[in-house]
Structure formats: structure tokens, C-alpha cells
């Protein structure tokens, strides 16, 4: 039973190109949360999703970012126009209930980090 | 006030020490508490829920006091591995879609 899978786990980008962060839930969980962190601080929330469904984007900066959670394949967290503020782990998790459920417990993936150069 | 706040640390210890942490939370209709782990560049993992009545794994020990909004991890006989950084976890209850929200951890260091 695979955990909770990001790709790439780094990735290079200079200012002004997009990045594309990939993140596969675990088997049987439906919830899946972004979470930023930068260097030496915590974990900020960015974004929930349901397949198919934004939930909660109130962590999300209005411009340049963007996430999606097709029916069929990955959730997706898009920064277009990278500035080299974005550099930092951004991390996926899933549960399999939603977060006022007694299943909200969060398993998270090993991040994606950005460096932008 | 931040929602979430905990004492960033580094906490110092020797080997076999028991040390304590506390978090603080701000809003009284929070539900679910959790204490996770963090290794350097790694991912959060969830060490232990925290339960109205206290509970314990092992060495670890999780308490939650409501009537001061607080939260508190007791690791007793503290290993070398034990060493990472432990953040609490809040389910701020402001609804139900509310996500979970992260302190910004206190770093501990055994030192053998």
C-alpha cells in the first residue's frame, strides 16, 4: 500500500518558468491538502481538495498559483511566473476523511522542493 | 494570537532525560490534537493523536487540557534518535472543512 507519492522530488527552475508539483493520495483517501514550508519556519496551508472540487484554497497567493485535482490522475499545484520567494518544500498529504471527521488524520508525502534560481 | 504557538526551542537534553513540551491553541472550539515529527528535510509524521482523557505510547505521553487551551508531549528516558523537530496540530474547528493547522515546532537535540 504505496503512501502518499510527489514527484518531482526537486525541482530547478530559473525566474519567470512554471513549475508543476504532482501528488498521489494514499489508496482509499479522497482528501488531499498542500502545505508550503520555507527554511526554518512551519508548515503553511495552501490548499484542500476533493477530486474534482477546491475546498479550502485560503492559503493559496491569489496570483501565480493554482491546484487541481482531476477526476482521473494527481493533484497538481501550478506556480506560474516563479520568483525566487516561491523557493521552498511544498508538501502533499492526504486523509481519508475530512477534517472535522475522526479520519482526518494526515499522512503526508516526502515534498517536492523548489529552488528557484 | 496565533492559533497555534509553541515554544521553537532547541531543547538540549542528555540521553535519557524527560522532557516536556507545550503548545498553546487559540480558539476553544478546536477538536482533534496531534503531535507529529519532523526529521531535517523530511516529512511530518504523526506520532501520536492527543485524547480528552491523556494518552501514552511508550515513552510518550500526550495531554490535553481544555480549560487552558493547551497541549503538552512528555517523552520520558529520551533516545538519541528522539532528536527532530515535534509540531502540534489543531483542528481550529471553525468548520468543518477547516484544514488542520501546524505550530511551528520546538527542535529538540539529545545529546549522548
Known amino acids: 500500500n504505496a503512501g502518499v507519492m510527489q514527484n518531482p522530488r526537486h525541482l530547478v527552475r530559473r525566474r519567470g518558468q512554471e513549475a508543476r508539483l504532482r501528488c498521489s493520495p494514499m489508496k482509499g483517501h479522497s482528501h488531499v491538502y498542500w502545505y508550503r514550508q520555507l527554511p526554518e519556519e512551519g508548515l503553511k496551508f495552501m490548499v484542500y481538495l476533493q477530486k474534482e472540487n477546491i475546498i479550502d484554497e485560503s492559503g493559496m497567493p491569489k496570483e501565480r498559483f493554482s491546484a487541481e485535482f482531476p477526476k482521473e490522475g494527481p493533484s497538481i499545484l501550478r506556480i506560474q511566473q516563479v520568483v525566487r520567494g516561491d523557493s521552498a518544500a511544498y508538501f502533499c498529504a492526504s486523509s481519508r476523511g475530512t477534517p472535522s471527521s475522526g479520519a482526518n488524520v494526515l499522512t503526508f508525502g516526502a515534498g517536492s522542493r523548489l529552488t528557484v534560481l | 494570537r496565533k492559533e497555534v504557538e509553541q515554544d521553537p526551542g532547541p531543547f538540549n537534553v542528555p540521553e535519557g532525560a524527560t522532557v516536556a513540551f507545550n503548545c498553546t491553541y487559540s480558539?476553544?472550539?478546536?477538536?482533534?490534537f496531534f503531535w507529529y515529527r519532523q526529521d531535517c528535510r523530511k516529512e511530518p509524521k504523526l506520532l501520536m493523536s492527543?485524547?480528552?482523557s491523556g494518552n501514552e505510547d511508550g515513552r510518550f505521553t500526550a495531554q490535553l487540557n481544555r480549560a487552558s487551551q493547551y497541549i503538552s508531549l512528555l517523552i520520558r528516558d529520551s533516545k538519541l534518535s528522539d532528536s527532530a523537530t515535534y509540531l502540534c496540530?489543531?483542528?481550529?474547528?471553525?468548520?468543518?472543512?477547516?484544514?488542520?493547522?501546524f505550530g511551528k515546532g520546538t527542535r529538540l537535540s539529545v545529546i549522548a
Open positions: 492527543v485524547y480528552s
Open positions: 496540530v489543531v483542528n481550529p474547528g471553525r468548520s468543518g472543512n477547516t484544514p488542520l493547522v
Open positions: 480558539n476553544s472550539a478546536s477538536q482533534s
